[in-house]
């Protein structure tokens, strides 16, 4: 069992910057030990989606087109976090933002564990 709390969120102007967090902890003491780690977002009347995700041994990192040049996605294998840099933000970026936990690279296993979210909000 996985809990995933995410932090930074805020209101932000356009053309800023915002720095969001997710930790992540095991119940019974466990060790944490996830295939990948995604950021999804949802804004009110449109459906989520996957905004950028790294694997958490080698790092390897993929993001989606109408974020790639201003979002880094970036994660912490000791620590046991995984943060996203949000660079040049758009109104069209507020939305409440997910922190979630893949297990595994088996093509049957989606993201299993998801945090709480966080609320973005980017004025003009």
């Known amino acids: 069992q996985v809990q995933l709390v995410e932090s930074g969120g805020g209101l932000v102007q356009a053309g800023g910057s915002l720095r969001l967090s997710c930790g992540a902890s095991?119940?019974?003491?466990?060790?944490?030990?996830?295939?990948?780690m995604g950021w999804f977002r949802q804004a009110p009347g449109s459906e989520r989606e996957n905004v950028a995700t790294?694997?958490?041994?080698?790092?390897?990192?993929d993001y989606a087109d109408s974020v790639k040049g201003r979002f880094t996605i970036s994660r912490d294998n000791v620590k046991n976090t995984v943060d996203l840099e949000m660079n040049t933000l758009l109104p069209d970026d507020t939305a409440v933002y997910y922190c979630a936990a893949r297990l595994t690279r088996r093509s049957s296993g989606g993201y299993e564990y998801w945090g709480q979210g966080t609320q973005v909000t980017v004025s003009a």
């Open positions: 790294v694997t958490w041994i080698r790092g390897a990192t």
């Open positions: 095991v119940a019974s003491g466990g060790t944490f030990g996830p295939y990948a």
